[in-house]
């Protein structure tokens, strides 16, 4: 039972433009999200992260969108930039992020066009 | 910020035999670290947590007998893969979190091959 889903295996987009990497999840317990990149043979990068009491955070290119309602996130990255082609993987925990537990999607792999 | 060393980084090893794999928080100390397992284009799955003096906690179908997790101080724990098999094959994450912080920082993972 796949928890947090990233629907889109692959997302291509030109260099300058928007990058939208999107994720659902089933569980209304969770209430802390965050976004990993990660590059072939290596271990996960932390990109950004939220907390279910806001709908948006933002770092630099970087901005996390919540919508609760429809369990739903999503990960702006604007403009982007042909290094930021990796895999993108949403995670979600429990109390905050203070559990153990991180529950991650599939990925999202993204290209960037130069 | 917080570094996570993880040792090999690939190994290749015979079937029967068993593989220990390292990870080293290197400027922060933790008492949990966490053993990820990632199947090609597949997500990344807990396996266990490992607490610093205490037994591991498992995931459901996570063999403990067969993945031995120790966790002998604050800044390393070891996953051993014993009587490895060709279905073991894989590539295992370790990440750790800094006593305090809700901040996890991963290792550079360690692609294990079975023949």
């Known amino acids: 039972d796949q928890q947090v889903k990233q629907n889109s295996p692959s997302l291509s987009v030109q260099e300058g433009r928007i990058s939208i990497l999107n994720c659902d999840y089933t569980n209304s317990m969770f209430d802390y999200f965050l976004w990993y990149k990660k590059y072939p043979a290596e271990g996960p990068t932390f990109l950004i992260s939220?907390?279910?009491?806001?709908d948006k955070n933002e770092d630099g290119r970087f901005t996390v969108f919540l919508n609760k309602s429809a369990k739903h996130l999503s990960l702006h990255i604007v403009p982007s930039q042909p290094g930021d082609s990796a895999v993108y993987f949403c995670?979600?925990?429990?109390?905050?992020?203070?559990?153990?537990?991180?529950?991650f999607g599939t990925g999202t792999l993204l290209a960037v066009q130069p | 910020g917080a570094v996570v060393s993880q040792h090999p980084s690939r190994v290749i090893c015979k079937s029967g035999t068993s593989v220990k794999i390292e990870c080293r928080s290197l400027?922060?100390?933790?008492?949990?670290m966490f053993w990820y397992r990632q199947f090609p284009k597949q997500s990344l799955m807990l396996m266990a947590t490992?607490?610093?003096?205490?037994?591991?906690?498992?995931e459901q179908g996570v063999e403990k007998d067969k993945f031995l997790i120790n966790h002998a101080s604050l800044t390393l724990s070891t996953l051993t893969v014993t009587s490895a098999h060709p279905e073991d094959s894989s590539f295992y994450i370790c990440?750790?979190?800094?006593?305090?912080?809700?901040?996890?920082?991963f290792g550079s993972g360690t692609r294990l091959t079975v023949v």
């Open positions: 939220i907390s279910s009491i806001k």
């Open positions: 400027d922060f100390q933790a008492t949990t």
């Open positions: 995670a979600a925990s429990l109390d905050g992020g203070a559990t153990n537990k991180l529950i």
């Open positions: 490992s607490n610093e003096g205490s037994k591991a906690t498992y």
């Open positions: 990440s750790a979190r800094e006593t305090g912080t809700y901040g996890y920082t």
